[in-house]
């Protein structure tokens, strides 16, 4: 029988792709001020209705109150709040921070960054307007002006490790892993448990070719938490390229732990399990990556190839051949991966391949 290679769907990193789709996402950057809320009122908002209601002209509480419904992700009433505060207050600067805020939640990329254009024309030395307009700039993928705005964020505070951490960002989607990785690295020196950098500085380090460097960061963040999933997820492809498939399988084993409902997580480990002939339990994981996202091609292509390579009996072929033509009614018009491996399937139902 022919050998084919396995048509693996993920090119790249994974937690390249899920930060270029939402660079903001971090834990460590503090992009507003510590709100004054009181944590331990039963309504998030009751109290400032109260006080609101009987003062209409209270510049705090419309602002708290803002903060409140942005924590419970009603942005569009937060926006009503805060851009009620800055009317009470022109120059509220706090207030500009958590609309743009609010406004980036709701993809309004260039209104959050007109916000913090007026915020630093109040005052040009707000560092926070300046990581925050990066960080919408980031979104919109205008790269090098966002490094202006985190140079000028480290100008006026050179300790300012949320800048130093979106500037790294904006350097890796330039492609310039060197200068990432010097960012990455002070983000650690101020924040040494910070596993999300030692996972993103992984990354950089192998785009360089540094393997060895690339796995001790690895390690070194799941040493840190060892539960945190991109960590494995990350280490499971370096261990994939080396050749170590049975690895590969054990660290998306952990990363799966708490990502039970993340398709792609399956997918992958499926792919794996592939690699390490392991036919049957990669088709569970298709299984389940399908009935968590039915509506994705490359899963029932997969599945198919799972099939096709568990061989043994014609209920094999026929799997396989009933998971290709799915791929393919799923696919686009030009969804061309499981042709050959189709042939094949249909001469071994027939009984040209034994």
Not at 124 to 135: E, L, S, T
Not at 183 to 201: K, M, Y
Not at 220 to 245: P, S, T, V
Request: with cysteine.
């Amino acid at each position: 029988m022919k050998v084919l290679p396995i048509l693996l769907i993920f090119s790249g990193s994974f937690i390249t792709t899920v930060f270029a789709q939402n660079p903001n996402t971090t834990t460590i950057i503090i992009d507003r001020p510590t709100s004054t809320v009181n944590q331990n009122i039963i309504s998030p908002t009751a109290n400032y209705d109260r006080v609101i209601a009987a003062d209409p002209t209270n510049v705090t509480a419309y602002f708290e109150r803002g903060v409140a419904k942005a924590k419970l992700k009603r942005y569009g009433d937060a926006i009503a709040d805060f851009s009620t505060a800055i009317a009470l207050k022109p120059d509220f600067l706090r207030a500009y921070n958590e609309r743009s805020i609010a406004k980036r939640e709701l993809k309004l990329y260039s209104e959050a960054i007109k916000d913090c254009d007026q915020a630093i024309q109040i005052d040009p030395k707000y560092k926070i307007a300046y990581n925050n307009r990066a960080i919408a700039k980031l979104d919109i993928k205008e790269y090098q002006s966002a490094i202006e705005d985190l140079d000028n964020a480290l100008q006026i505070d050179p300790e300012f490790t949320g800048a130093y951490y979106y500037r790294a960002r904006a350097k890796s989607f330039l492609g310039n892993s060197q200068e990432a990785i010097a960012d990455f690295t002070r983000v650690i020196q101020q924040s040494p448990i910070n596993v999300e950098a030692f996972v993103l500085r992984s990354i950089e380090k192998g785009r360089m070719g540094s393997v060895t460097d690339q796995l001790a960061d690895l390690n070194q963040a799941i040493n840190i938490n060892q539960r945190y999933a991109l960590a494995y997820l990350e280490r499971a492809r370096l261990e994939e390229k080396q050749g170590h498939f049975t690895e590969a399988v054990a660290d998306m084993d952990k990363a799966i732990v708490t990502n039970v409902t993340e398709a792609r997580y399956f997918t992958l480990r499926g792919t794996y399990k592939i690699k390490a002939n392991q036919f049957s339990e990669a088709i569970a994981d298709f299984d389940r990556a399908i009935l968590l996202k039915p509506e994705i091609a490359d899963n029932y292509n997969l599945r198919g190839y799972a099939y096709f390579k568990l061989a043994g009996n014609r209920d094999n072929y026929v799997n396989a051949l009933t998971n290709y033509d799915l791929a393919t009614s799923l696919g686009k018009a030009d969804y061309k991966p499981t042709f050959e491996y189709r042939q094949l399937a249909l001469a071994a139902t027939q009984g040209f391949i034994k």
